[in-house]
């Protein structure tokens, strides 16, 4: 179950004949869920970069491949717009895009990517796609001062200092290529008091790593504009984040086009006519229910935030 699906459905609100895009398929939660909602009219553009969910939704989902209902695409979700090019007319425009930035089950539980810190022994890898560089790569190759700023940037890792010198450290003895390596290592420079046990003390290491991997922030500021571009006046753009650096880019990046200037505040009129594309509907940003988070602790995290399309 994709986490916050009733709050996306509600506000997506999916109706037959309608033209969708899920930009980050994962698991194929959302795609299923648009689909029965279309009752066999409309058309459904599913993305991803990862072999496994195309994969998977080729077989979970092969009646509606089969009607040409969905459409799969192997590809970087920054590159929205080529891609939509490819399955919908010129003068098309969709009805809903909603983008869930987090891992599926089966990518966490694959051991060959070294998502987890749960996975004993598994390889540092943590790349979605063809990744130019593994997490392997960035731990044993990258200067100290580049790996502090990954850890304190994307994963606002406190000892992020003590982190990166204790890595330096181990690989001048031996490469570092397990993902239970690096976990001793983060386990053993956090101080016991600090190692909460809700929160994993490695958790924002992997996080920054699996960021960093991916040029995640990167894709997401490509791929914003040019969803908007691609809805129509009362489309709706629904983004489900994990990390608190997403969701403050999603909602700075919502906020910027929900104006009608975009002037700095010393100039007396405005002069770069700019007019308001979205609006903003909702106001605070939505967290899962306590029910869910019970049912799925790895939705705790997960923040939600939807505009329209004027």
């Known amino acids: ?26 698991g194929g939660g959302y795609t299923k869920a648009i689909l029965e909602k279309l009752e066999g009219r409309g058309k459904v553009l599913a993305i991803d970069l990862d072999d496994l969910a ?33 399955y919908f007319a010129e003068n098309d425009k ?26 004993v022994g598994a390889p540092l890898s943590m790349n979605f796609g063809a990744a130019a560089e593994s997490a ?3 731990i044993n190759n990258w200067e100290t001062r580049e790996l502090i700023r990954i850890f304190r940037d994307y994963g606002e ?35 016991k008091r600090f190692q909460s046990a809700k929160i994993h003390p490695a958790t924002r290491i ?3 790593l699996r960021l960093a991997v991916n040029q995640e922030l990167d894709n997401l500021s490509a791929s914003l504009p040019q ?8 489309g709706r753009l629904a983004v489900v984040s994990y990390h608190s650096l997403e969701d403050r880019l999603v909602k700075q990046y919502f906020r910027q086009r929900a104006k009608d200037c975009l002037c700095p ?19 605070k940003v939505l967290r899962p229910t306590g029910e869910e988070v019970l049912k799925n602790p790895r939705a705790r995290s997960a923040k939600l935030r939807v505009a329209e399309k004027i």
């Open 136 to 138: 392997e790569d960035i």
């Open 265 to 283: 505040p010393t100039l007396p009129v405005c002069r770069c006519g700019h007019k308001a594309e979205i609006k903003i509907l909702t106001s």
């Open 206 to 208: 992997f996080q920054s």
């Open 227 to 234: 969803a908007v571009s691609l809805l129509k006046s009362g």
């Open 94 to 119: 969709l009805d809903g895009v909603v983008l869930d930035l987090g891992l599926s089950s089966a990518q966490l539980e694959d051991r060959s990517r070294g998502f987890s810190f749960k996975l």
């Open 157 to 191: 890792e406190k000892f992020a200092y003590k982190i990166a010198l204790a890595i330096a450290d181990e690989r001048r003895v031996k490469r570092i290529t397990t993902t239970d390596q690096l976990v001793k290592i983060i386990a053993r420079v956090v101080p």
């Open 1 to 26: 179950m994709p986490v916050m699906l009733k709050e996306v459905m509600e506000y997506l609100k999916p109706k037959p004949g309608g033209y969708y895009l899920d930009g980050t398929l994962g």
């Open 54 to 86: 195309i994969n998977n939704a080729k077989i979970n989902l092969k009646s509606a491949l089969a009607d040409h209902q969905l459409y799969l695409a192997h590809d970087n979700f920054k590159n929205l717009s080529a891609i939509f090019k490819k």
